[in-house]
Nanobody, 124 residues
Framework: QVQLVESGGGLVQAGGSLRLSCAAS????????MGWFRRAPGKEREFVAG????????DYADSVKGRFTVSRDNAKNTVYLQMNSLKPEDTAVYYC?????????????????WGQGTQVTVSS
């Protein structure tokens, strides 16, 4: 059973930056696509960004394009989400997820494993 642990969340002012990390328990995850999702209060979970393992193709939600960057370090079994120019509407619990089918898009049911989430709060 793959375990994913997110870290790096916190409280930041609007315009600031945070870098989230997601560490996987097994090296096998280096062959999985990884995605980031978020759930804001009162809203559904939504896709933020994803990265495949094969060619490291990335995908982003329109709301974060140009501000967020997803990357991965397979040697460390870790995926990152660099978040810049944060806005209050980015406030949410952020989750990482792993897809064994090398799918890195927004379809939630394509992901096999999920982390517990890390809170990001952006103050205005």
């Amino acid at each position: 059973q793959v375990q994913l642990v997110e870290s790096g969340g916190g409280l930041v002012q609007a315009g600031g930056s945070l870098r989230l990390s997601c560490a996987a328990s097994e090296r096998a995850v280096s062959t999985y696509a990884m995605g980031w999702f978020r759930r804001a209060p009162g809203k559904e979970r939504e896709f933020v960004a994803g990265i495949t393992w094969s060619i490291r193709r990335t995908d982003y939600a329109d709301s974060v394009k140009g501000r967020f960057t997803v990357s991965r370090d397979n040697a460390k079994n870790t995926v990152y989400l660099q978040m810049n120019s944060l806005k209050p509407e980015d406030t949410a619990v952020y989750y990482c997820a792993a897809s064994g089918s090398d799918y890195a898009g927004p379809r939630i049911n394509e992901y096999d494993y999920w982390g517990q989430g890390t809170q990001v709060t952006v103050s205005s």
